[in-house]
């Protein structure tokens, strides 16, 4: 069941990470276009390159950054476990100051060291979790996780840009505002049903993040279509 729970986290994250960065970068790509150039063609080739480009891009990390998690993971759990069977005793110090940290004292502090160290397998996941703060949770599939990644990369980065393909540029403009605004804080209010926090609060974060980009990108595109 844990191991089920780490995978369904890790695919959430990685749903979340491309689905949120997608809609955000191509809704700033679109609008600044809209607002420099008011031609849908244009429009539409920015959208569908920034699309792509944000997609490959975004797995590319993903798959490159699991990557490396999952080497430093088990090159430090490979160290750790050599440490234990070379230098029991300072490792069975590191457990001892662990806990004193947490506030156990006396016989209840002798016996839970002596319980972690009696089992070579709790004593290395302590020294994992407790001490370099690596969980198995980030561990995943490299593959898996690019594809996942870009996926839901493409399908955000499609949101902002749809509505060009069948209203006039300045409908375009406010109902892709609208689509990416409320994507966005339907995204953040999920999440936080997955995790922790006030679901409205995560949601409304979201949501501005995409309104200021908005912004952003209008604004930029504004003042370049009056230079150029």
């Known amino acids: 069941m844990e191991k089920k729970n780490n995978s369904l986290g890790s695919q959430f994250r990685d749903i979340i990470l491309g689905g949120q960065d997608g809609v955000v970068n191509v809704l700033g790509v679109v609008l600044a276009i809209a607002a420099a150039t008011n031609e849908t063609r244009v429009i539409i080739i920015a959208g569908i390159a920034a699309?792509?480009?944000e997609s490959l891009s975004m797995a590319a990390v993903a798959y490159t950054s699991t990557k490396a998690y999952n080497q430093y993971y088990y090159s430090e759990r490979e160290r750790e476990?050599?440490?234990?069977?070379e230098i029991p005793n300072e490792e069975r110090r590191e457990i001892y100051k662990i806990y004193q940290r947490k506030g156990f004292r006396g016989k209840l502090l002798d016996q839970i060291v002596t319980k972690i160290t009696s089992s070579k397998r709790l004593w290395l996941?302590?020294?994992?979790?407790?001490?370099?703060?690596l969980s198995t949770r980030q561990i995943g599939g490299p593959i898996h996780s690019a594809f996942v990644v870009g996926i839901s990369s493409i399908i955000g980065s499609t949101i902002p840009?749809?509505?060009?393909f069948f209203v006039s540029v300045q409908m375009g403009i406010l109902i892709s505002l609208v689509a990416s605004t409320i994507a966005l804080f339907l995204t953040g209010a999920i999440k936080a049903k997955f995790t922790i926090g006030s679901w409205l609060k995560n949601g409304l974060e979201m949501a501005i993040i995409?309104?200021?980009?908005?912004?952003?990108?209008?604004?930029?595109?504004?003042?370049?279509?009056?230079?150029?």
């Open 51 to 53: 699309n792509l480009a």
């Open 161 to 164: 840009l749809l509505p060009f």
């Open 125 to 133: 996941e302590t020294m994992m979790t407790e001490e370099l703060n």
């Open 210 to 228: 995409g309104i200021v980009t908005a912004l952003v990108g209008y604004g930029i595109g504004a003042v370049l279509g009056q230079v150029f």
């Open 81 to 85: 476990r050599r440490e234990i069977k």
